[in-house]
């Protein structure tokens, strides 16, 4: 309460000087009333136009409350950026940045490098800003241009913690660990340092050395209120909410300021819902009437609620509130948005963001566009959320939904990761993580993730589950088989380990043994679609049509939101020739998740395969669409386009798909040669179209390309050598097989 008694008694003074309403400004931000700040030196920037001080504190307040456009025009006034003093060009830089401006931050910032080269500030500020935006390799080269033994202790502090974040950001965790525990040794009682101790250990799960990292901290500085807040952190980390939240409570009654409820008022969120976090918010209004923060939070949870006329009431009085103006029309975007308005709520976000660039301005923007079925601008702004607060879990699960729409594992995996690093505690994002992972052929990766989660959580059977799961998927049956029967002879009989048994079984070809085994797992737990699926898929290995449909129709029927099983009758029914219904699953399934790109591509090829070719173009174009990388389609449309003559281009895609599979995937290297074939380039494409031969000798399309590109060169014998039997083959392609009967026929001839 005494920063508020100085700040009243400074406001009620007859003719405060320019220092008075500087000091004034500064105790307003530190009690967190950014806002009043703002109202305060815009009255005092008025008085005194000339004073680069009260500009420079008005530009700091701005940014404060989100509003970079008033940080830039206040220091605008002030001349040009290069006679700016560094404080104020520093935060020019930081209102071009959150105005979305990265390069010209950049070039402020090099500016301020290059003038004031014996400050090292300017390098802080640029090496923190290249980190927000992920370019690691600049801010590491950035930072080893600072080096210097004559710099003051507080800036070799600041730029040892930037070094740690550039490990952590290659990767390279354990070492940025050790120079952090290093750093904080030295400075126990330093709260960034801790912090970012702290934060390291959480994304290792190391919960019970942050709290050791802690306890240290706190016998170092013990009037330092920041401890409670990270307690409440590392609990939150660990799953303890309860404990959470008790230190959450101490931390809001001491300090009493806003930081504290909003804390734990996204702790209750997370507990109890929306309504709780509300009241926590009002509790804390209550004890600080003029946070324009948390009103602004309040009422952003009334519209979560749905509680309009609150909103409607209470939005004009917070619009009247000094610097709220940004943050009003927010939340009329949000509004807009609830009520179907998305149109509207993307126009309105489109207004705000240059002036209110955060992670919640992204995300809502991200929803906004995907409600318009803009999916591509939607996950830029979730992965822009990300970037502007890591700590975020919406985005990453946004970022999550969106992969797994559209059947791109490599970006399952990532948004997976991403969800996991944020809630190390969260047994089911860990899950989804190594699953990924091991769907994303990163096995070796999975493995090493399931071996630390069962050092975290060494009760948990579905984790001694997932160690099965990644071994067995990496091929590493003897590890899987052993770990499996540990796991039996500490948890007992138990579904998930019955399930990685059948699989197991499958993989080492007893699948007959396999089919049992999941068959009695399915028999006493007969709710889980999931097991239904992977039966259907090893009774399709059997040859068992019947079973497989009985199966698949059962998964669906359990959970009618999980469409994978309908896929896989897709896919089913495609190899075994019933075109239609295999067509009519696709359609259901593209219906409800359009954008998936494999289901795309298997569309378009039952449409190439019934003749439907127009049709079938479109539906790779579509493919491609939605993921520039599927090969497939790429491979398929090339081979459609140069049949039609359209040698340019198919050959273009075709180059396409072996920049992304290289000789990974035979087909496509036969493609490709084929279309240089077709294109008059007979030795550059036989080659090619011999290595697919020699990769996979047994597939018709690289043997019948390899004889034809024979014949072209006149050697007759070696075609007709590989053209013989092939089109009796029985499983070969009706199109193929009149190619091959044509091929023989321009032999003979």
Not at 55 to 75: E, F, S, W
Not at 590 to 605: E, F, I, Q, W
Not at 691 to 696: I, K, M, V
Request: with cysteine; glycine share 6%; hydrophobic share 45%.
């Amino acid at each position: 309460m005494a920063l508020r008694d100085a700040v009243d008694a400074i406001r009620d003074a007859a003719e405060p000087t320019p220092d008075d309403q500087l000091h004034a400004a500064a105790w307003m931000r530190r009690a967190g009333r950014s806002a009043e700040a703002v109202w305060w030196l815009q009255g005092a920037v008025a008085r005194h136009p000339e004073h680069v001080g009260l500009r420079t504190a008005l530009a700091a307040a701005a940014l404060d409350v989100g509003n970079p456009a008033l940080a830039r025009d206040t220091l605008a006034a002030l001349g040009p950026a290069a006679a700016l003093p560094l404080e104020a060009l520093l935060l020019d830089a930081r209102a071009e940045l959150e105005l979305g401006r990265l390069e010209p931050a950049l070039d402020l910032l090099e500016t301020a490098a290059r003038r004031d080269a014996d400050d090292p500030r300017a390098v802080a500020a640029r090496v923190a800003t290249l980190l927000r935006e992920g370019q690691t390799e600049r801010a590491d080269a950035a930072l080893r241009d600072a080096s210097d033994d004559d710099l003051d202790p507080a800036t070799r502090l600041a730029l040892e913690l930037l070094a740690a974040r550039v490990l952590a950001m290659r990767g390279e965790d354990v070492a940025s660990l050790a120079r952090l525990e290093a750093l904080a040794s030295r400075h126990p009682g330093d709260a960034a340092v801790v912090g970012a101790v702290i934060a390291a250990h959480l994304r290792a799960g190391a919960f019970d050395a942050a709290r050791a990292r802690v306890d240290e901290a706190r016998g170092a500085a013990p009037d330092l209120p920041s401890w409670s807040a990270l307690e409440a952190q590392i609990a939150v980390a660990a799953g303890d909410l309860d404990e959470a939240e008790t230190a959450l409570r101490e931390y809001a009654e001491q300090q009493g300021d806003p930081s504290a409820y909003l804390l734990l008022a996204s702790l209750r969120r997370r507990q109890d819902g929306d309504a709780a976090a509300a009241q926590t918010l009002t509790r804390g209004i209550e004890r600080n009437p003029e946070s324009a923060l948390l009103h602004f939070h309040r009422l952003e949870t009334q519209i979560e609620l749905g509680d309009e006329d609150e909103v409607e009431r209470a939005l004009p009085a917070f619009r009247a509130m000094e610097g709220t103006d940004a943050y009003a029309d927010y939340l009329d975007a949000r509004r807009a948005l609830a009520d179907g308005r998305a149109d509207e709520a993307a126009a309105a976000l489109r207004d705000v963001l240059p002036r209110l660039d955060r992670a919640y301005t992204q995300y809502w923007m991200g929803r906004a566009l995907e409600a318009e079925t803009d999916f591509a601008g939607a996950e830029r702004r979730y992965a822009l959320a990300l970037a502007r607060d890591p700590h975020q879990v919406g985005p990453a699960k946004a970022l999550l939904r969106m992969a797994e729409a559209r059947g791109d594992a490599a970006a399952i995996a990532s948004a997976a990761g991403a969800w996991a690093s944020r809630e190390p505690a969260s047994l089911d994002a860990q899950a989804t993580w190594i699953s990924a992972l091991v769907r994303a052929g990163a096995s070796d990766v999975a493995i090493r993730q399931s071996d630390r989660l069962a050092l975290l959580m060494p009760d948990e059977v579905r984790v001694a589950a997932l160690r099965v799961y990644a071994r067995r998927a990496a091929g590493r049956l003897d590890e899987a088989d052993a770990l499996l029967e540990a796991a039996s002879a500490r948890f007992g009989t138990h579904p998930a380990l019955n399930t990685e048994r059948a699989l197991g079984l499958a993989a080492r070809g007893r699948l007959d043994a396999a089919i049992a085994t999941l068959e009695e797992t399915i028999a006493a737990h007969p709710g889980d679609a999931r097991r239904h699926a992977l039966l259907a898929g090893l009774l399709d290995r059997r040859g068992d049509a019947s079973a497989t449909e009985r199966h698949i129709a059962r998964a669906l029927e359990l959970d009618e939101h999980d469409l994978d099983p309908l896929a896989l009758r897709a896919q089913i029914r495609a190899r075994a020739g019933d075109d239609d219904d295999a067509l009519a699953d696709c359609e259901r399934f593209l219906a409800a998740r359009p954008r998936h790109a494999g289901v795309h591509t298997l569309r378009a090829h039952l449409l190439e395969r019934s003749g439907r070719e127009d049709e079938a173009i479109s539906g790779y174009r579509r493919a491609i669409e939605v993921d520039p990388d599927a090969v497939a389609a790429r491979n398929n449309l090339a081979l459609l386009l140069a049949d039609r003559g359209a040698l340019d281009e198919a050959r273009e895609l075709a180059q396409h798909a072996y920049a992304l599979a290289g000789e990974n995937e035979p087909e496509v290297v036969d493609t490709l040669g084929w279309i240089y074939l077709r294109s008059g380039h007979l030795d550059r494409g036989t080659a090619l179209i011999e290595r697919a031969h020699r990769a996979a000798p047994e597939r018709p399309a690289p043997r019948l390309h390899l004889a034809l590109a024979y014949r072209d060169a006149g050697r007759m014998r070696e075609a007709r050598a590989l053209l013989d039997g092939l089109p009796d083959d029985p499983d070969l392609d009706p199109a193929l097989r009149r190619e091959a009967h044509a091929a023989l026929a321009s032999l003979r001839d």
